[in-house]
């Protein structure tokens, strides 16, 4: 626990969802205690348990795709980021295998998904981030292609996303937004 402490009294970072990937410098956010683990959380029960503008950070890496409600979560995460601060995210592209080969998971995403969080495109909620910056990753390790297929859907991602080139599975979209 005074691990957990000395890492608060600098800036706040937090990791949400970290399970065995644990950030250091961050506060390592998880469901189940694991080794690394600096505080159990249930992403599901809101509020959680930080302050108002209090977090200069937040990184939440393949966890949206598993919760009932993504936009209560990214209301928790605006709530509790100071303003300039930044939010990392990266859920599952909707083309990829990995999105709906685990039972858990309730959702893929595309490229626009977090859009309806950014000013001033939507009126769903009264909060907004205020900017975005997104990219969609292909796995390289054993597709050559994707070498030459990820920087064109990155140019065009809406063109790839309705075209056949959705072939060409992407495996995530990586997304920061701004408060």
């Given at each position: 626990?005074?691990?957990?402490?000395?890492?608060?009294?600098?800036?706040?970072?937090?990791?949400?969802?970290?399970?065995?990937?644990?950030?250091?410098?961050?506060?390592n956010?998880?469901?189940?205690?694991?080794?690394?683990?600096?505080?159990?959380?249930?992403?599901?029960?809101?509020?959680?348990?930080?302050?108002?503008?209090?977090?200069?950070?937040?990184?939440?890496?393949?966890?949206?795709?598993?919760?009932?409600?993504?936009?209560?979560?990214?209301?928790?995460?605006?709530?509790i980021?100071?303003?300039?601060?930044?939010?990392?995210?990266?859920?599952?592209?909707?083309?990829?295998?990995?999105?709906?080969?685990?039972?858990?998971?309730?959702?893929?995403?595309?490229?626009?998904?977090?859009?309806?969080?950014?000013?001033?495109?939507?009126?769903?909620?009264?909060?907004?981030?205020?900017?975005?910056?997104?990219?969609?990753?292909?796995?390289?390790?054993?597709?050559?292609?994707?070498?030459?297929?990820?920087?064109?859907?990155?140019?065009?991602?809406?063109?790839?996303?309705?075209?056949?080139?959705?072939?060409?599975?992407?495996?995530?979209?990586?997304?920061?937004?701004?408060k």
């Amino acid at each position: 626990m005074m691990n957990l402490w000395s890492k608060m009294a600098k800036k706040l970072m937090l990791n949400f969802g970290c399970g065995n990937i644990q950030k250091k410098g961050y506060i390592n956010i998880d469901l189940h205690k694991i080794p690394g683990v600096d505080m159990v959380l249930d992403m599901e029960k809101y509020p959680y348990p930080f302050k108002d503008n209090s977090a200069d950070k937040i990184a939440c890496e393949s966890v949206l795709q598993f919760l009932d409600d993504v936009g209560k979560t990214m209301e928790e995460f605006h709530r509790i980021l100071k303003p300039g601060g930044v939010l990392f995210v990266h859920v599952p592209h909707f083309t990829s295998k990995n999105t709906w080969k685990n039972p858990y998971q309730k959702r893929g995403f595309s490229y626009n998904t977090l859009d309806f969080f950014q000013k001033p495109k939507y009126y769903y909620t009264d909060w907004k981030f205020t900017k975005i910056k997104r990219k969609l990753v292909f796995g390289k390790k054993y597709a050559f292609w994707n070498w030459i297929i990820e920087p064109i859907a990155n140019l065009f991602p809406i063109l790839y996303e309705d075209s056949p080139l959705r072939i060409f599975p992407a495996l995530r979209i990586e997304v920061w937004l701004w408060k």
